[in-house]
T-cell receptor, first 113, second 114 residues
Framework: GAGVSQSPSNKVTEKGKDVELRCDPISGHTALYWYRQSLGQGLEFLIYFQGNSAPDKSGLPSDRFSAERTGGSVSTLTIQRTQQEDSAVYLC???????????FGPGTRLLVL | GEDVEQSFFLSVREGDSSVINCTYTDSSSTYLYWYKQEPGAGLQLLTYIFSNMDMKQDQRLTVLLNKKDKHLSLRIADTQTGDSAIYFCAERFSFSGGYNKLIFGAGTRLAVHP
């Protein structure tokens, strides 16, 4: 079946602009995660959604970052007033509730000029 | 605290075995994972081991877990050029309600040369 998909695959934007990144999880997966991977670094947890529960936003680096998950499926990560340090690969993952494994999408490569 | 550490780089000759090491700090983790990331791609799950196991073998991959030393290793037998990638170690923490959080290391860059 289809895996996790993300769009766009690449995004170049100017400093100060807002961007939206999209994630389509695997069908039936109730848990959805966003991570950020800066150049040469590991993955930094950003936010977690599980079903209808309140999301865990503890990893969001600033109030310029927000995320929504509509209908328990598609999620959008929004970065307002982008800064150059926001340049990174943003990865989305999904899993079943309590599932052993998180499955990752290909990521969105964001470059803020 | 939660922290996962890996060496930054490993170079091996094609056909040799590769051993990638990882240390973690929190003994309450439930599963430990190895992910592979090829250039420009997302993360691909390679294998994982439950925290009450010592070893897991899957074709060319062998995972060893030393819980006492909080040390995890991934051995790749007969390393091929296609194995060149970044390998991430991750530990999982489980919370109530089915919430699982992964803590990743910074990744080990494996270079395979002829």
């Amino acid at each position: 079946g289809a895996g996790v998909s993300q769009s766009p695959s690449n995004k170049v934007t100017e400093k100060g602009k807002d961007v939206e990144l999209r994630c389509d999880p695997i069908s039936g997966h109730t848990a959805l995660y966003w991570y950020r991977q800066s150049l040469g670094q590991g993955l930094e947890f950003l936010i977690y959604f599980q079903g209808n529960s309140a999301p865990d936003k503890s990893g969001l680096p600033s109030d310029r970052f927000s995320a929504e998950r509509t209908g328990g499926s598609v999620s959008t990560l929004t970065i307002q007033r982008t800064q150059q340090e926001d340049s990174a690969v943003y990865l989305c993952a999904s899993s079943t509730q309590g599932g052993e494994t998180q499955y990752f999408g290909p990521g969105t490569r964001l470059l803020v000029l | 605290g939660e922290d996962v550490e890996q060496s930054f780089f490993l170079s091996v000759r094609e056909g040799d075995s590769s051993v990638i090491n990882c240390t973690y700090t929190d003994s309450s983790s439930t599963y430990l994972y190895w992910y592979k990331q090829e250039p420009g791609a997302g993360l691909q799950l390679l294998t994982y081991i439950f925290s009450n196991m010592d070893m897991k073998q899957d074709q060319r991959l062998t995972v060893l877990l030393n819980k006492k030393d909080k040390h995890l290793s991934l051995r790749i037998a007969d390393t091929q050029t296609g194995d060149s990638a970044i390998y991430f170690c991750a530990e999982r923490f489980s919370f109530s309600g089915g919430y699982n959080k992964l803590i990743f290391g910074a990744g080990t860059r494996l270079a395979v040369h002829p």
